[in-house]
């Protein structure tokens, strides 16, 4: 099932059409999303993604989202939704239609999580490094690059998600110019190496992870040391365990890089799913 509610809490049915041709939206990709997980009614870590959808705002200049209406709005899909205990729910926001008066587009959108994310979370995912093709030090020098906004701009994401499975692997990682790891086309790179866990920093123009931020701080106080710094290729291959998080894949082992298996992390992977997992009991 599907549920869609409009910004100002209208109920609307998923199946029609609702946004207008001219949305820039959708003619340019111009917008900010977010995607929650919800788990039996309760949608987690909304608040960071709340925060999120304000950071992205304000880096495509958008107007600030009205933070009661969004949380109203995702609202009215919770109270709607019979589905599964499961819903990915994805708010949208654009700067709305050409020539318009300026008002943005919002909605939220409570869909079943796909069948490939649920089969990845089980089995683990093969996944290819891809160039990304940017130095880290561009970030603060071009802004209008909009590097780390979850912007709708992402058809280069899903062309190297095609690209990842048209090369034996479920997905991908981007490496920049520098060689330094950055994150997955819809994911955080998580490594661990002992007691400690590491991922990237969000000034290397990625997105900052709300379930990297919730599974470390989940560590943090069950004892691991956690670091947010930059990584190296090598530093991949050569941990005990490589994971993707994101709300939707929670945390998902790599067991295949670049077509070469890595140690067998499965034990690992039920560690970090416990420690994931006790931030919502
Ligand atoms: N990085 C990118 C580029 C993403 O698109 C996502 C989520 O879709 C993430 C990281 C992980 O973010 P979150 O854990 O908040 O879902």
Not at 58 to 81: G, I, S, Y
Not at 205 to 211: K, N, S
Not at 264 to 274: K, N, S, V, Y
Request: overall charge negative; proline content about 6%.
């Amino acid at each position: 099932m599907r549920v869609l509610a409009m910004l100002d809490g209208t109920l609307a049915d998923p199946e029609a059409r609702h946004l207008r041709v001219d949305d820039l939206g959708l003619i340019r990709g111009d917008g900010i999303f977010e995607t929650i997980l919800v788990v039996a009614g309760e949608p987690r870590e909304l608040g960071p993604h709340l925060d999120r959808l304000a950071r992205s705002a304000a880096m495509l200049q958008l107007p600030p989202p009205d933070r009661p209406q969004w949380e109203r709005c995702v609202r009215v899909v919770l109270d709607a939704w019979q589905g599964d205990s499961e819903m990915a729910l994805k708010l949208v926001y654009t700067r709305g239609p050409e020539f318009g008066d300026g008002t943005p587009t919002g909605f939220a959108l409570g869909m079943p999580i796909g069948a490939r994310t649920l089969r990845n979370r089980a089995t683990g995912v093969r996944a290819v490094t891809l160039d990304r093709g940017y130095e880290p030090e561009i970030v603060a020098r071009a802004p209008w690059l909009l590097l780390g906004a979850k912007s709708l701009s992402y058809a280069v994401n899903m062309a190297a998600i095609r690209y990842a499975e048209a090369h034996d692997a479920e997905e991908a990682i981007f490496i920049a110019a520098d060689g330094s790891v950055l994150e997955g086309p819809t994911s955080s790179v998580v490594v661990v190496r002992g007691r400690t866990l590491r991922t990237t920093p969000p000034s290397s123009g990625i997105l900052p992870g709300t379930t990297q931020g919730a599974l470390f701080r989940a560590a943090e106080q069950a004892g691991w040391v956690t670091k947010v710094e930059p990584l190296t290729f090598a530093e991949l291959t050569e941990a005990d365990g490589l994971f993707l998080a994101s709300s939707v894949r929670k945390i998902t082992r790599v067991h295949t890089l670049d077509g070469v298996a890595l140690p067998d992390a499965t034990w690992l992977h039920g560690e970090l799913g416990a420690l994931y997992e006790s931030e919502y009991r």
